[in-house]
């Protein structure tokens, strides 16, 4: 849109869409193909990890961010930064629990992802009691379109499938189909 000031400036003013920004909790081995396939689509990917060994930024050369962060400390960071989703995927309940609570309580990210099967959904839900309720409507879990994914690379191209329907309010199902 031109827009025209009193003065005689001319203006050209349109919409900038900012790519999503990411956030990984967990920077096991599994998190590398989600942040590269994630960084290829120009997301902002942010990854946090509780453990030494892989919160290294050098296994994630597409992440903007890498830091070692102890899971109980994931509400410091939420209120610094703006994510359109989060993945949760440690491997380690106790963290996952940690990182379920903090995102429980943060309402202003819109797709929450948890990998792993639905009993140990089943079981971090139980965990967290009434708080579970701020988690309603955004987690997903098991995350990931079903694609008949096995290996970590096809698990991380389901999930960022997944994301990207998600957040371009589409249900990610075949394009043949919807005919």
Known sequence: MLFRSTSGATFLIAPVELPPRLLVLGAGPDAMPLVEIAGLMNWHVTVL?????????????????????????????????????????????????????????????????????APRRTRLMQELGAKSRGLDGRLHGPIGLDIGARTPEAIALAIVAEIQAALAGRPGGSFSRSL
């Open 49 to 117: 990890d509780h453990r030494p060994a892989y919160a290294v930024a050098e296994r994630f050369a597409r992440a903007q961010r890498v830091a070692l962060n102890p899971a109980g400390e994931l509400t410091r960071e939420l209120q610094s930064a703006h994510y359109d989703a989060a993945v949760v995927m440690s491997h380690h309940l106790l963290s996952d629990q940690a990182y379920l609570d903090a995102l429980a309580a943060h309402k202003s990210i819109p797709y929450i992802g948890l990998l792993g099967p």
